[in-house]
């Protein structure tokens, strides 16, 4: 494959592509059969004079996108369309910047180009003379000295080459000794604005210092008083920002720049991460290597090793650092995140001796390390089977296989070791807190927390005692919970394989690991699976019943499309739905599967349960719910299953809950009768994981958090009096103020991020940045056409873009890498604005891809017949096809050309193929901004477009300071809010509490 530096050089011809089609120029003294005044969209300047200021109209920011101005118009010079104020062209950019108050001067070179008409004669197809105009291209270019000693406030310089064109500068001191100043261009030329001469185009400021001298200034240092978390983003300083433009720097190593540089088009390219640690290999925490019990001295050294070096790592780049010897910095920051390192790093310490001094313990951890191998076994080889290649499952369990063995990320198995005292020891203080795995999206936390679940099982099923008032063989151990359905669908499938690994491992070793089936269940809403068997019945003689009935075993067949073991599709005939045992039976239709239904011995159906009813009693292993799930609590006593709350069993049906009736079942045709028989309670769950905690955030944060203060209360016991509680595990990549956001949502008091942060945002020891010069990673792009409807920039820059990727794919230079950027995942921001987009697809954009190929000369022209949405109206059902139809690569005649999706795909789909995305609006939040942005390049060099809409204020701003936001990205994001105890919370939800904790925690049946 080719490296990455080529599929960054595919990705930058893109833009380049996209800055000469809406900026230009192609050449700098180019000739154009086109006005430039339709032929460009940004970098223009009109005259300034009062007609046009008297008639400028304040645009609203939702109209501008569905403008009908379409300025791409103007095939030959009769029929130019005609220019109305609504979208009103600027007259003047400007660059604001930080300067030392000793600075004396600096260099400011103003660049443009004018255009000027052309007539000519020409033949038509019909053999006819007709006029045509040609414009050509006049550079301009001036460079002015600025003395700040000459003015106090502002001063203006008309350009010796056009008296018209104004800079103007203006200059405030600021109290620490610093100035900022702003330098405009301005156009105050007397054409009309219809008149081409009037206009300025491909504009350019650049302030520098003409001895090449460092005078520009971040932000942060002519400031006293520091954001507190602006000191971890010192090594990328804000030196600047556009007006009406973007602005670009170069900044050194102490926050100075040698020049600032206005752009219409900027560009950043955000360093990518790594986990790996220098001096350790992949595979020096080998999974294969951790599972063998036998060789536990090599196990708890190379874990050792892990702990010591985290310990240098904090002597040498904290304790020791330069930075210590300030005093009021070790006092306010220095010693606060010292501390939470040598925290972190005891806890680590403390794992490790649990392994040492336990075999208990240490035996789960084997079994965590053997599920999580053979859970990567698995998927490569479903991966395979299922794409239908030939290949049998015990090449890739083959320990001679080097492809076989897997290694943990560092920073994962350490998040592993900090948990275990706080699981196996229930009373110890780690219980309480609540760990916040923090770490970029793609990192690896998901099988983090895999890891850790795969532990609890084992840990907890190892302790079984005959004695205990609690039932450790089964029972619901661990619950993981999501906010979205497309979150849900995407994690659940390597979940399950880990349920199946871990399955097959108690098998093999059967009883030792419990002689209940590790298991897993589905618990997410009425409308994706069925609450109960009873709307699964059909009635010949009611054909709506039917239909309904019919449509809910449907809803069935769909959660699962493919064996989870072996790849290949199931269908319906898979599902054996059995009404008078409450149970759906889930084989493999491959006979060399090895949940294969006719099998001639040990045969097994696939451990996973779909149907509320049957979750409640089977008692999966783990369940996976979205959050809104939990809103059964008060309406079905039921659920008290899930807490391990079940004193009978029924030979047929399976555990019954307490406090639920269950009628007797007599002897059928097909079933002897029934038997029903007291049992102790199973031991609540032990372990509950919140995914992508950013989002339980506003009012669905304020009833999840009231909410919690009854789940947490049935997951709760008592050892010796001591109320026991479960562990909270939490997960996010953009967050702030977790602390109090995780204090309001589960009552805790400490809350700990792992990895804790270091002086620089760029290590933490367990993740240090890449510089994008060894390893491109994202690059994101802004445009913001003012003057333009948002529906002219969203149809020129999708025109450009995918007529580009395909004229690049039948390039022999470029074909294997064009695939991450032929599909273009289009982002919005409301359902109303996608809704835009997908008319000018159908129609606009293909007929501006057509005028592309004309004008540039290109061989072919691009179609978009492969086209799908991704949003909340369409079903659950659609969301795996979808999933798959992205991963399709562009040699596939299926491939897609388009996906425009809301905030559906904000979260949880990974999807590696994907390298373009245009985001049409800047998101309301900036953690939906950075999650988005994420789904793209994940494998291989990003793409993101940023299509501002100039109209919005929001916007502007963003584009106006694009260099400084994506500098500092993860420090603009919003701190959560959740009031679960408000007056108003307390309105909406107490009644549903009190019902929940009397249906629930009544002990006696009625």
């Not at 005078?215 to 556009?242: M, N, S, T, W």
């Not at 019990?293 to 330069?322: F, G, M, P, T």
Request: aromatic share 10%; net charge neutral.
């Amino acid at each position: 494959m080719a490296d990455r530096f080529k599929f960054a050089e595919v990705r930058q011809e893109v833009i380049e592509m996209l800055k000469k089609d809406l900026l230009g120029p192609s050449s700098e003294n180019e000739t154009l059969n086109q006005n430039p005044r339709f032929e460009y969209i940004v970098g223009m300047l009109a005259p300034q004079n009062s007609e046009n200021d008297s008639n400028e109209q304040e645009v609203d920011g939702d109209a501008s996108f569905e403008g009908d101005a379409d300025y791409t118009a103007g095939e030959d010079d009769d029929n130019e369309p005609v220019f109305t104020n609504r979208f009103k062209t600027p007259s003047s950019i400007g660059i604001s910047f930080y300067l030392e108050s000793s600075t004396k001067s600096f260099n400011v070179d103003v660049t443009w180009g004018d255009y000027t008409k052309a007539s000519d004669k020409t033949t038509n197809k019909e053999g006819k003379k007709v006029d045509v105009s040609t414009y050509t291209r006049h550079p301009q270019k001036e460079t002015v000295v600025i003395d700040l000693q000459e003015f106090s406030k502002t001063k203006e310089y008309p350009l010796v080459c056009d008296s018209n064109v104004i800079l103007y500068i203006s200059k405030i001191g600021l109290k620490q000794g610093y100035t900022l100043v702003t330098a405009y261009v301005i156009n105050k030329r007397k054409n009309p604005e219809s008149d081409i001469a009037g206009m300025m185009f491909q504009v350019n400021l650049r302030a520098y210092s003409q001895e090449k001298m460092d005078i520009f200034v971040a932000e942060h240092i002519c400031r006293k008083i520091l954001a507190v978390d602006e000191f971890y983003f010192a090594q990328r300083p804000i030196l600047g920002r556009g007006r009406g433009c973007a602005a670009t720097w170069k900044a050194n190593k102490n926050g100075r720049a040698s020049e600032i540089v206005s752009t219409f088009i900027p560009e950043y390219e955000f360093p990518g991460v790594s986990a790996a640690l220098e001096g350790f290999d992949p595979f020096f925490f080998s999974m294969r290597t951790l599972s063998v019990a036998k060789k536990k001295d090599d196990i708890i050294n190379r874990l050792n090793v892990l702990a010591d070096s985290y310990e240098n790592w904090i002597q040498k780049k904290l304790v020791h650092d330069s930075k210590m010897d300030d005093a009021k910095f070790k006092k306010e920051i220095g010693d606060t995140v010292i501390n939470k390192c040598i925290e972190a790093l005891g806890r680590i310490r403390a794992g490790i001796q649990l392994l040492v001094e336990d075999d208990i313990s240490f035996d789960a951890f084997c079994f965590m390390n053997r599920s999580m191998i053979l859970q990567r076994n698995i998927m490569n080889f479903s991966k395979k089977h299922g794409a239908g290649i030939e290949c049998a499952f015990r090449d890739f369990v083959d320990p001679r296989n080097p492809s076989n063995n897997f290694g943990w990320r560092p920073f994962q198995i350490a998040f592993i070791l900090m948990n275990l005292k706080g699981i196996v020891d229930p009373e110890h203080d780690n219980r309480e807190v609540v760990d916040l795995l923090y770490f970029p999206t793609g990192g690896g936390k998901t099988e983090a927390y895999l890891g850790l679940m795969a532990f609890v099982i084992a840990n907890r099923r190892l302790r079984t005692n005959e004695s205990d008032e609690y039932n450790r063989d089964g029972g619901v151990t661990a619950i993981l919970r999501y906010t979205l359905r497309l979150l849900t669908t995407q994690q659940r499938d390597r979940i399950t394989k880990m349920i199946l690994a871990a399955e097959l491992i108690r098998q093999k070793e059967y009883p030792k690991y419990g002689k209940e089936p590790i298991s897993i269940g589905f618990w997410v809403g009425g409308t994706v699976t069925p609450n109960t068997f009873k709307e699964l019945e059909e009635d010949p003689e009611d054909p709506a019943k039917t239909r309904k009935a019919r449509s809910k075993k449907n809803s069935i067949y769909k959660q699962l499309l493919t064996c989870p073991f072996c790849g290949k599709p199931l269908t319906e005939e898979n599902f054996y739905i059995e009404i008078p045992t409450k149970s759906v039976s889930i084989y493999c239709s491959d006979d060399k599967c090895m949940f294969y239904r006719y099998k001639p011995s040990n045969k097994m159906k696939i451990p996973v349960y779909l149907v509320d009813e049957e979750i409640y009693a089977k008692c999966p292993t783990i369940i996976l719910s979205t959050v809104d799930k939990f809103a059964r609590l008060p309406w079905d006593v039921n659920t008290n299953a899930l807490f391990g709350r079940v004193d009978r069993i029924c030979s047929r049906d399976g555990y019954v809950a307490i406090g639920a009736d269950h009628a007797r079942h007599t002897r059928t045709e097909e079933l002897p009768t029934a038997t029903l028989r007291s049992i102790k309670p199973f031991l609540p769950p032990e372990l509950i994981i919140q995914d992508e905690l950013h989002l339980i955030t506003g009012p669905l944060g304020t009833v999840y958090g009231a909410y919690e203060t009854v789940i947490e209360d049935l997951c709760s016991y008592t050892i010796g009096g001591k109320k026991i509680k479960p562990k909270y595990v939490v997960s996010t990549a953009t967050i702030k103020n977790a602390a109090e956001q995780t204090k309001c949502l589960y009552g805790r008091k400490v809350t700990a991020q792992f990895p804790p942060n270091g002086f620089e945002i760029g290590d933490s020891f367990y993740i240090r940045e890449v510089p994008v010069e060894q390893d491109p990673f994202r690059r994101y792009v802004g445009v913001c056409a003012l003057g333009q409807s948002v529906k002219t920039a969203l149809l020129r820059v999708y025109s450009i873009i995918l007529q580009s990727a395909y004229n690049l794919s039948l390039d022999d230079e470029y074909k294997d890498v064009i695939d991450p950027y032929y599909t273009l995942v289009g982002y919005y921001n409301s359902i109303r604005e996608l809704g835009g987009a997908v008319r000018l697809l159908q129609d606009d954009i293909p007929d501006r891809i057509q005028r592309i190929k004309k004008k540039y000369g290109m061989s072919r022209q691009r179609f978009l017949n492969h086209k799908v949405e991704i949003t909340s109206r369409m079903s659950s059902y659609d969301i795996p096809k979808k999933l798959s139809q992205l991963e399709t690569p562009y040699t596939d005649s299926n491939c897609l050309d388009t996906a425009i999706a809301t905030n559906m795909i904000a979260v949880g789909m990974d999807v590696d193929r994907l390298g373009l995305m245009v985001v049409t609006g800047q998101p309301k939040q900036n953690s939906e901004y950075i999650q988005a942005t994420s789904r793209i390049g994940r494998s291989y060099p990003g793409l993101v477009v940023t299509l501002y809409n100039p109209y919005r204020p929001r916007d502007l701003s963003h584009y106006e300071n694009f260099t400084g936001y994506h500098a500092q990205l993860y420090r603009f994001v919003e701190g959560t809010t959740a009031t679960p105890f408000s007056a108003r919370a307390r309105d909406r939800v107490l009644h549903a509490l009190v019902i929940s904790a009397i249906r629930l925690g009544f002990y006696t049946r009625a």
